[in-house]
Each structure stands twice: as structure tokens, then as C-alpha cells.
């Protein structure tokens, strides 16, 4: 529709059940490529600027340094990696680390999606302070934000819906946005005809008084 602005998200891999876009690993450049193309195409036909991008699997130098590569040879500008939770499906991924969002963000040319449930579920498994992260992922200056609430104990991202959980959203807004961010909401309804969670999730946020 005019003056709705798009999203696109790139398949992720998440083996065995889905072979999508593992950029870490070095024998599958062809194959993402292949993968990212409809995801492109996606963002052709809708005129978006945003293509959604999970990191790789693993959680080692090397994995960081592939996905650099890769990152390098697509070469999209609209690529816009997100943080990812580190080990929710007993393997490690380095999407999950500050550092390495960091590194990735800086050393190519792709902008940043800031997940929220993501930085939490990371710092929980990391034993890390999940406010501090908060702070680095900021100053990465993000140009989208993943948002929906979920258990801040839990180290599982349950996408649910505003004010079924225990997440300070209005911290999140007023410490760690923009003014003129783009915030997309994250959370889960199994019926998509259903629209009423999402209108209880915008009214949610209506109410909430954010600087």
C-alpha cells in the first residue's frame, strides 16, 4: 500500500529444519546468494531499503570473519544484520556478542537491526549485564529495532505479545531508541487472520508515555 514502508527478512538457517542463509559458513556462498535472491527481489518489488539478515552459526573468529566476507561479496546496502540469541537450539551463533555485531557493522557495508528479545536472551546465556549491551548496541546506531516482550530470566525468545511479559518496554523506547526510530513489533499471533493481538499491542504502546 502507498506510504507503508516494507520489511523484508532473509530466511535463516536453523538446521535440520531450515537451510537458509548461513553466512559463516564458506561452502555455502553460493547457496546463500541463491537464497538471498528472492529476498532481494522481495525488496525490488516493494521498494524496500530493509533485508533483514541473521549471522551465521558459531561463535568463533573464523565464523565472524566468513560472514565479513561474505557480507562484503553480496554486497547489498540493504542488508541490515540483526543480533541474534546465542545458543537457543543447543548451538552457538555469533550473531549473539556485542563485539561481533560490532565488527560486522563496522567492516562492511550493512546497516544494524537491534532485537531486543535477542540482546536479552544473549546476555542471560553469556552471563552478561543485559543494560550494558543494551548501551553497545545503541551506539551501533541502529536503523530498525526488533520489538516484543518476553521473560527477562529466560534465555528463549518467546516473541510475545506487549504486557504478557515482564520486559520494561518503556525503558527499552525511552533509553535505547531514537526519536525517529524504526521499530518494527516482533511478536507471535499463530492465527495471521487475527489481527486483534496486534491492535492490543498498538494500543499497548499508545498508553505507554515515551519521551
Not at 531486543?116 to 543485559?130: D, G, M, Q, W, Y
Not at 516482533?186 to 496486534?198: L, V
Request: aromatic share 10%.
Amino acid at each position: 500500500m502507498k506510504g507503508v514502508k516494507a520489511v523484508i527478512h532473509a530466511p535463516f538457517h536453523l538446521p535440520p529444519k531450515y537451510a537458509g542463509v548461513n553466512t559463516s559458513d564458506a561452502n555455502m556462498l553460493q547457496h546463500n546468494m541463491k537464497v538471498l535472491e528472492f529476498s532481494q527481489k522481495c525488496a525490488d518489488l516493494l521498494q524496500s531499503s530493509v533485508i533483514v539478515l541473521h549471522p551465521g552459526i558459531g561463535d568463533t573468529e573464523e565464523c565472524v570473519n566468513e560472514t565479513i566476507r561474505q557480507l562484503n561479496i553480496i554486497g547489498d546496502a540493504r542488508i541490515t544484520i540483526e543480533n541474534v540469541p546465542y545458543d537457543p537450539f543447543g548451538f552457538t551463533m555469533h550473531g549473539g556478542r556485542p563485539s561481533n555485531i560490532a565488527r560486522i557493522v563496522k567492516e562492511t557495508n550493512c546497516q544494524f537491526c537491534f532485537d531486543f528479545a535477542h540482546a536479552t536472551c544473549a546476555s542471560l546465556a553469556l552471563e552478561r549485564r543485559a543494560y550494558e549491551d543494551f548501551e553497545i548496541y545503541k551506539s551501533l546506531k541502529p536503523s530498525l529495532y526488533h520489538l516484543s516482550d518476553g521473560d527477562f530470566s529466560v534465555n528463549f525468545d518467546a516473541h510475545l505479545h506487549l504486557g504478557l511479559g515482564n520486559y520494561d518496554i518503556k525503558k527499552f523506547l525511552n533509553d535505547f531508541t531514537d526519536m525517529d526510530a524504526m521499530i518494527v513489533l516482533e511478536t507471535f499471533n499463530p492465527d495471521s487472520a487475527i489481527i486483534d493481538p496486534w491492535v492490543r499491542d498498538a494500543e499497548y504502546l499508545k498508553k505507554l508515555e515515551v519521551i
